[in-house]
């Protein structure tokens, strides 16, 4: 399959199954869209159809590189997993990372919140206990097989709210590492209310990753995250997240600010670059997942919009980086060459099988977009997953169970996109978001792009 | 060639042949929370070489 688009200035070829990606002059792009609609066309065709506009030369030569490309396996290839890698089915599992929200309950009251300030669907308020915390630690290095690395998010609700909690089970975790032959990695995210020297120390020791929530300019952070009074909390956070950032980049620790935009905030671009502006340089911001009822929920109207802001944001970045201060943004992260295998790219995102969310009372749920809605409860960290039959039906959750995905160039990017959000829309967690959906194809072209745009100035 | 500039990229039809070993990082967890983006994650193998 081939996908080809036109964007700050540069013909884009994507052979899609192969992974390759070809940056093609304007005679070649036709070329090959030509020859895609059309196998059979001889060259001598195409000379004809194209001599009056460029000399026959050109288009032979051109002509005998796109055989070549192909040749090599690099140009109009077809899809060859689908039957002969993978069944999903029967695929083993095991889980190998655990999201625990240890605080359901939350000292900030952001207007979207998929977590309803922490209580998950209106559930009750609560802190996860050590015991449960550890219990949960247990579950996870009995059930993820010959796994070393395991990943355990500290998450909310507000995680801070439970700090002492998270101190011990860190520790917990570093205590049987040895003996299991395990790997924690730790992550937090925070919205950096009580964030103090202390966590800030600790975390720069023990935590692979902090996620810090910040929505951009002051007037769209605090119209989103205020406090249950109404105040604003950007004033509070950001000297915070600044001294926090600059540690762990002196370091060379990963951090994210992460954002979430809203109809509110269509040009988002603005924010980023707010960000990067405060001196941050690993920066994160997503659409809102939203019922389509909210206020603020992202709409279809909405979308053109959107992808010129995701346009606006990659020239910026690639300005920045030009000039020596670049920055990261996470949805534009494309690692072309050490990226994942194509097993990864086809398995989907891993939530209720490799991955679970887990209640301050030892809950499991497929994962944190799911917690708190009954039908998705699976079991608990003390009598394990009792739910095999959900289990199965996440499993089979990939890139060839949903139809859009079959016929969609970024499907080895984006893995079949998120149950959590299918389900939002569909009832059904085997379907596609189609706003999602068009989102994330232009930030895999833009990405690509901005690849394209740096390697040319090499 | 004159016409047309390659990327380099991972071939997909070699990470086939060896792949598949589930250590990387769940994909939602790494950043955002809402993600579905695999593109951009780090093959733990690759690392390794
Ligand atoms: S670590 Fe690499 S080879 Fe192993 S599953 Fe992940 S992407 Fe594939
Ligand atoms: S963008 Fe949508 S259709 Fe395309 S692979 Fe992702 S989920 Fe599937
Ligand atoms: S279902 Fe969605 S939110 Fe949940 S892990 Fe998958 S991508 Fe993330």
């Known amino acids: 399959m081939i996908h080809q688009y036109q964007n700050n200035g540069f013909n884009i070829v994507l052979d899609v199954d192969s992974g390759s990606i070809h940056l093609v002059d304007g005679l070649s792009y036709q070329l090959i869209a030509d020859l895609d609609k059309d196998r059979t066309l001889s060259d001598d065709t195409l000379v004809g159809e194209y001599e009056e506009k460029y000399p026959e030369s050109e288009i032979r030569e051109s ?256 300005r920045r980086q030009k000039e020596g201060r670049g920055f990261t943004f996470f949805h534009f992260m494309i690692d072309l060459t050490g990226g994942p295998c194509v097993y990864k790219r086809l398995s989907g995102c891993g939530s209720g099988t490799e991955y679970l969310g887990v209640t301050p009372w030892g809950d499991l749920y497929p994962c944190h977009q799911f917690v708190g809605n009954q039908k998705f409860l699976l079991g608990s960290v003390f009598d394990g997953i009792r739910r095999t039959d959900i289990v199965d039906e996440f499993k089979c959750c990939n890139v060839y169970s949903r139809k859009e995905c079959s016929s969609c160039f970024a499907r080895y990017y984006c893995s079949g996109g998120c149950a959590a959000n299918s389900y939002n829309f569909h009832g059904r967690i085997d379907d596609v978001y189609e706003i999602g959906c068009e989102l994330e194809r232009k930030r895999v072209e833009t990405a690509i792009m901005i690849k394209a745009a740096l390697a040319k100035e090499n | 060639m004159k016409h047309i500039q390659t990327l380099s990229t991972r071939s997909l039809q070699e990470s086939m042949k060896k792949g598949g070993c589930g250590e990387c990082q769940t994909s939602c967890q790494s950043a955002c929370k809402t993600s579905c983006t695999v593109g951009n994650q780090v093959c733990e193998q690759l690392k390794k070489n």
């Not at chain 1, 206990?129 to 009995?142: H, I, P, R, T």
């Not at chain 1, 600059?246 to 951090?255: D, E, F, I, S």
Request: contains cysteine; charged residues 25%; aromatic residues 10%.
């Open chain 1, 63 to 318: 002509l005998s590189e796109i055989h070549s490309l192909e040749k090599a396996g690099q140009l109009f290839t077809e899809d060859i997993y689908k039957n002969a890698v993978i069944d999903f089915k029967a695929r083993p599992t095991v889980v190998k990372a655990l999201c625990l929200n240890v605080a359901h309950d939350c000292n900030l009251a952001c207007k979207y919140c998929f977590a309803d300030e922490g209580s998950y669907n209106g559930g009750p308020k609560g802190l996860m206990s050590y015991e449960v915390g550890k219990q949960a630690l247990d579950f996870l290095v009995a059930h993820s097989g010959h796994r070393h690395n395991l990943e355990v998010d500290f998450f909310g609700g507000e995680p801070l709210m439970d700090w002492a909690v998270v101190r011990k089970l860190v520790a917990y975790g570093r205590s049987i590492e040895k003996e299991k032959d395990k790997h924690f990695r730790f992550t937090i995210t925070t919205n950096g209310v009580l964030l103090n020297d202390e966590i800030m120390d600790f975390c720069n020791r023990e935590m692979d990753n902090v996620v810090m929530s910040l929505d951009g300019r002051k007037e769209v952070h605090d119209h989103m995250r205020p406090f249950p009074s109404g105040k604003g909390s950007y004033d509070l956070i950001i000297p915070k997240f600044q001294k926090f950032a600059a540690q762990r980049k002196a370091l060379g620790l990963q951090y994210y600010i992460r954002g979430t935009y809203t109809h509110y905030n269509l040009d988002f671009a603005q924010d980023v670059i707010h960000y990067a502006d405060l001196g941050f340089d690993q920066l994160s911001m997503e659409p809102v997942v939203a019922p389509q009822s909210a206020d603020y929920a992202i709409r279809p109207e909405d979308i053109p919009v959107l992808k010129e802001q995701y346009d606006i944001l990659a020239k910026e970045m690639i």
